[in-house]
């Protein structure tokens, strides 16, 4: 797929005013992100050239809530090949929760081992675990007992959540993606990770008409998707099962809960990290 890559210049430079803009772009398309790690370094997004709309970023931009933050950008198209190698020369270390859980690229050496110990080879999809809605949803995950359970992965990204759930014991997983270029990414990192029990889909909410039902749900996208498409997954979830979703604001996550009671789902935890939340839901009707 061919992408187009950003540079993002804010001023003032922060980390959290660039956590705030990647969660606009995100709305609009952009898929990837390397946010800046040294001062006066600008922060890269990613979108596919089918997706980019000119006007939709200047809208984001002319719209960006906090007041007194300069935006300006530049852009390039970038090469699909280029990227695995700037991950791996630039971006992407080992991640490590506790004894639990290491997450690698098949290029790291001395790799710490776990109990799960998985192998992903990131590209441009989303969910090396870095970001801190992946790493709270790996934490999630790894708080339930999966033995058995039938599970979707929603917004699947690398395949990384639902991998997790098939080595905590889950079974017929389902891992559904809007973008081609995830969907063989996951595939790809099933192969890596010898997982043969999850089938990776092309598409979203709408397609799930006919699957399931699940006793686990994961939803790591954004808050506009998980809003409008939380009726059509909690439609398959199974009673008692859990719903745990990420990819949007602590400070939204009153919104999320509001929908999700509506829907007959009670908060069990709710996790944050850096203004990401990662909450989990059980369904009680
Ligand atoms: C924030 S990433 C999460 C990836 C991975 N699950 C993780 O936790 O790191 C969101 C993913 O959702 C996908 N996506 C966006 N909108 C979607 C939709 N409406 N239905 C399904 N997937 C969607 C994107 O392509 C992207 O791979």
């Not at 007194?68 to 020369?89: C, G, L, M, R």
């Not at 109990?115 to 790894?142: C, D, R, V, W, Y």
Request: one cysteine or more; aromatic letters at 10%; a negative charge.
């Amino acid at each position: 797929m061919r992408y187009l890559e950003f540079s993002f210049k804010l001023t003032p430079q922060s980390s959290d005013f660039e956590d705030v803009l990647i969660d606009l772009l995100g709305e609009i398309g952009f898929d990837s992100f390397l946010k800046s790690t040294a001062p006066d370094e600008q922060m890269r997004g990613y979108i596919p050239v089918k997706d980019f709309r000119e006007t939709d970023l200047k809208n984001c931009i002319a719209d960006f809530p906090l007041p007194d933050v300069d935006i300006s950008y530049t852009y390039q198209e970038a090469e699909d090949k280029d990227w695995n190698e700037v991950w791996e020369k630039n971006y992407f270390e080992p991640l490590v929760i506790g004894d639990q859980c290491v997450v690698a690229a098949s290029f790291h050496q001395n790799i710490p081992q776990a109990k799960f110990n998985i192998i992903i080879n990131p590209k441009m999809s989303f969910g090396t675990g870095h970001h801190e809605t992946t790493s709270q949803m790996l934490k999630a995950i790894l708080s339930l007992d999966l033995k058995g359970k039938k599970v979707l992965d929603m917004g699947c990204g690398t395949g990384l959540l639902a991998i997790l759930a098939a080595m905590k014991g889950a079974d017929n997983c389902m891992a559904i993606d809007i973008d081609e270029w995830c969907v063989n990414n996951a595939m790809e990192n099933l192969a890596l990770n010898h997982i043969n029990n999850i089938e990776v889909l092309l598409g979203d909410a709408a397609g799930l008409k006919d699957k399931g039902p699940f006793d686990v749900i994961l939803a790591n996208i954004h808050l506009n998707v998980i809003l409008n498409d939380m009726p059509d997954y909690i439609e398959r979830l199974n009673p008692s099962g859990y719903f745990l979703t990420s990819g949007f604001y602590l400070d939204d996550l009153p919104r999320i809960k509001e929908k999700a009671e509506s829907l007959g789902l009670k908060l069990i935890t709710a996790t944050d990290e850096r203004l990401w939340c990662c909450a989990v839901f059980q369904r009680i009707e």
